[in-house]
Each structure stands twice: as structure tokens, then as C-alpha cells.
């Protein structure tokens, strides 16, 4: 049976490039990142190129997306986002189409990698923190201060919300990261039953597979529009300061 | 149950792999080009997302709001018009059935005073007729007697004449004679 | 259109909102619980991590690391309750 977790390796693509003591190689990781990024870039430029008033099919496509984060934005963060609506964006629109191109036979899942997701939720998180600060100055500090407790728990309380908020990278990293790599490794460990079963035993596998086929769709949507949403609601902790 | 069945296939099968080959994840040897390709990558997705596509999308899609609300604005002023309208032309209906009730109320009021007076001269004529026929009536019945005492006298003296028993002509008896005469009759015509 | 069809369709069209609203609620408890956990193991982990760095720092193995695993499952659980609320609420 093929190894599981041969489909998360990356692998150097021509030859090695160092800036400084850094190795900062072309992989197939970046080569997909490269693709998602084109992909999308092109996708909207061509449809957003037609700006009529009733949209066609493909302008609609763009739109829907815009509207569905816009929506996202409103419902969680409020009006005070708007101008974070272009990151939000193209943070949904990239988890979302590195999902569905890890999706594909024989392609690399960019965000089946913790180092990537993780990168990313310590730069949403780094930034919303900066964020909150400019906003507030050191009021933002009153986020890990609930209102209501006691002074004697005071302390405690205060630790365990530092805690809370330290643990938001890593738990935005790992749910998206655990989630792409579970539903990938499974797709391959049940595609593996199917060879190794053969034509008498390998149809229930291979039904098992088809299946769990839609449900990595339905999860790969799922978790782009959990990181986003998760984003906006960092967002909105910064930009309206209640607890 | 499949749930927890899928877990544990899960769970075994990457505790086996991660054994033989171990998770490529946590190599960190590829950390660094993925994250500087993943800066170089994202940076140029949303430089092109907010430079290009955004404008175009919200210029596009505010134009469609604005369109619609325009849309929406007229249909509610064009729905509050007709709403007038409605009510007016209530109230036309309204106002013009009172105005017909009152019409027909006054016609018929005119008509029967008319009709009254008319009825009135009417019955004066015909009373003032009958009144005059009775005089008539009660004149000719008065003078009737009269004429026939006269014509009475006359065709006696006449038959007396004829009789030729003209010597004995007494005017006086003969109108004695009619003057009972007519009033056996008159008395038994009365 | 009369006025009175074009409200009856929007209402319908509510009705329909709802529907999906009350629909996609329920749509991946696995994802849910999914999340949970990460939640829950997040705090943990991070609580976990710094008590060992400051242990390594003030020499205290292992008084630190075990406060503050303590603490971080409390966070952990606070952290769950949380994100439940969330979802209740949406």
C-alpha cells in the first residue's frame, strides 16, 4: 500500500534558490500556490471585465463571492471592516481554491501544510492584535479584563484569557490544516484499499471513497469559510471593543 | 458510530504512516520557502484583488443598489399614486351616489307637490263643473214646470179650440185644471 | 403585478430564507465538533508551551508546565463554551 502522507511532501522544483542563509527553493508547494493565485487573478479579471447591469453568468460568479464575504463582514464585524474587506477576500478566495485544487488528482494541498495555515493565522493574528491597539491604545488590554468577576479571580481569569487568545492562531491554523490533511489522508488510504482488495473486495472502498470524495468538497468550502469567518470575528473583537 | 470508525481508520493509518515515513508537515526544512513563497504568492493576490477586482466589483454592484433602490423608490412612489388615486376615485363614487340619493329625493319631492296642485285644480275644475251642471239642472227642473204649464195651456187651448167650444174659452179654469194636473204629476215625478 | 402578490411572494421568500437558515444550522455537527476540539487542544497546547519555556527559563521544572496545563483546559473550556454560544446564537 502507498504511503499516506507521500502526498503532503515537498519536493524542490529546478534549481535551489538561497537568499542569505535561507533556502527559499521553487516546490511544488509554491508551484500550486502559484497556480491557485492565477487561477484566481484570472478568473476575476475576465469576469469582472464586462461591468453590466445585469450580470452575465460568469460576472455573477464573481459577485456571488463578493457578496457572500461582504454579507460574512456585516453580519460578524460590522460596518467598521470595510476596509479590511479586500484581505478577508482574498483570504477566502485563496483557502478556498487551494482546497478545491487539492481536491484534483495528483495536486498538492498548500493548506494540508500546518507551516502555511499557521503563517497565516499569525499574520491575521498579529495584525488584528496591531489592529486593536491603534484602535484602543492600551484599552484593548480590557479584552482579556471580563466584566463581573470578582477581584480575587481577577488573575486567574485574566492568564486564562491571555491563554484564549494565544491559543487563536493555533487553533485557526490546526482546525484548517487537520481538516485537509485527515479528509487527504483518508481519500488515499481508502484508494489504497481499493488496489489492494482488488476487483472482489475493492467496490466497497471505492464507494467508501466516492463519498468521502463529496464530503471533502463540502468540508474544503467549509473550512475557507470557517477561516474567513473566524478572521471577521477576530476583526470585529479589535475593531468593537465589548466583552 | 461510522463516525468513530472513520476516526479510529484515521487514526491508525497516520499514526502508521507518520511511523514508516513520519508527518512531511513537521520537516522543517520546507518551512521556509513555503512561507516565503506563501508572502510573495498572497501579497500578489491581494494587490490584485484590491487594486483591480474590488473597485470593479463594488463600482459594478453599488451601480445595481443604486438602480434598484431607484427602482424600488419609483415603484413606492408609483404605488402611493395609485393609492390616491384609489381613494379619489372612492370618494368621486362616494359623493356621487349621495348626489344622485339627493336628487331623487328632491325630484320626488317636486313631483308630488306637483302632482298635488295638478290634482287639486283638477278636482276644483271637476267640482266647479259638476256645481255649474247641478245649477243648469236645477234651473232647466225649475223652468221645465213653467214651460210645461205654458205649453200645457196652449195645446189645451188649442184641443178647445179645435173642440170649438170657443165661447166657452175660460183661461182661468184651464189653468186651474193644468195647475192641479202638473202638480199631481210633478209630485209624483218628485 | 398587483401590490398584494408581490407581498405574498416576499413573504414566501422569507419563509424560504429561514428555512435554509434553520437547514445549514444543522449541517455539519462532525464539523462542529471538529472544532471543538481544536479549540479545546489550541489553549491547551499554548498554555502547555509557555509553562515549559518559563519552567526552562526559572529553572522550575515542572511546577510551571503543570499550572499552567491546568489553566490552559480551563481556557480550553471557556474557549469551547464560547464558540457553542456562537453558535447558538447565530
Known sequence: ???????????????????????????????????????????????????????????????????????????TAGSKARPFFPFILTLFLFVLFCNMIGMLPYSFTVTSHIIVTFALATFIFIGVTIIGFVKHGFGYLKLFVPSGVPIILLPIIVVIEVISYLSRPVSLSVRLFANMMAGHTMLKVFGGFVISLGFVGGWLPLGFSVALTGLEILVAFLQAYVFAILTCIYLNDALNLHH | MLRATIFFIYVSSVASASETVGMPQLDPKSWVPQIFWLIITFSFLYIIISKIIFPRLSESIEQRNDYISDLIDEAKKLTEQTENLNKQYDNLIKNSNNQAQEIII????????????????????????TMKAEEEIKNFHHNSIGQIKIIAKSITEELLKELSIKKMIDHKIISKNIEEI????????? | MDPKEIKEKIEKMKLDIEIKKMQTKNVSPLGQAMKMGTEFVAAVFVASFMGFYIDKWLETTPIFIIFFFIVGS????????????????D
Not at chain 1, 37 to 60: A, G, W
Open chain 2, 106 to 129: 328632491n325630484d320626488r319631492r317636486k313631483i308630488n307637490i306637483e302632482f298635488n296642485k295638478k290634482q287639486n285644480l283638477l278636482n276644483d275644475k271637476i267640482s266647479n263643473i
Open chain 3, 74 to 89: 480551563v481556557a480550553g473550556i471557556f474557549n469551547v463554551v464560547r464558540s457553542s454560544k456562537m453558535i447558538n446564537k
Open chain 1, 1 to 75: 500500500m502507498a504511503n499516506p502522507m507521500k502526498q503532503f511532501e515537498v519536493k524542490t522544483i529546478g534549481p535551489k534558490i538561497e537568499i542569505g542563509n535561507f533556502d527559499v527553493s521553487f516546490t511544488n508547494s509554491s508551484l500550486f500556490m502559484l497556480i491557485t493565485v492565477s487561477l484566481i487573478s484570472i478568473f476575476l479579471i475576465i469576469t469582472t471585465q464586462k461591468k453590466s447591469l445585469v450580470p452575465s453568468r460568469l460576472q455573477l460568479l464573481s459577485e456571488l463571492a463578493y457578496q457572500f464575504v461582504a454579507k460574512m463582514i456585516a453580519e
Open chain 2, 182 to 190: 202638473c202638480k199631481k204629476s210633478i209630485g209624483n215625478i218628485n
